[in-house]
């Protein structure tokens, strides 16, 4: 991979390399009682440049995701679930940092565009109910918050992450009328 920099903003020329890719995806659900379930899913990959000796960059991290969610048919199709998403930190990049010249204080300075930001946990919540209007109709009225302890992270995947952190505490409120 080519790096420069145009001012504070790097600049990503790709190459083609042999390489070696593979992983995990894993699935389970489980069914607690007739009205709660467990969800985990969990993934890992790998990738290496086999032509250099290499990790790969922009490899996601380990993450995994874990459900609890309630449901209740008799109170409106009432359903409401929490959701834990750990994602840890990336150890296996390339190091592409490198050094450029500013012209105004005279100096090279390092850009680092390898290290990748910490692990992380997100708390999400999701909620829906559905109300019957008439014979044909009804309102679905759902409520989910992303983040919600509004914690400060940065994904490694995002390029934007040299500059800001991710998105914080994000609440919607969703209203469908299906006729």
Partial sequence: MN????????VWNYLQSDAELYGIDLSANYKLTDAISFTNKS????GNDLENDRPIINIPAFNTRNSLSYT?????NFSASLTSEWTAEQT???????ETFIA????????DVSTPP???HLLHFYSEVTFKTSKFTNLNLALSVN???DTSYRAYLNRLRYFADD??????????FNY
Wanted: proline share 4%; net charge negative; hydrophobic share 40%.
């Fill in 3 to 10: 790096k420069q920099s145009e001012g504070a903003f790097p």
């Fill in 43 to 46: 993934s890992y990959t790998v």
């Fill in 72 to 76: 209740n048919d008799n109170w409106n």
């Fill in 92 to 98: 296996e990049f390339p190091n592409n940092n490198f």
């Fill in 104 to 111: 105004e204080t005279g100096e090279n300075i390092l850009v």
């Fill in 118 to 120: 910490s692990a992380f």
């Fill in 147 to 149: 983040n919600l302890l």
């Fill in 167 to 176: 998105l914080g505490r994000n609440i919607m409120l969703q209203l469908q």
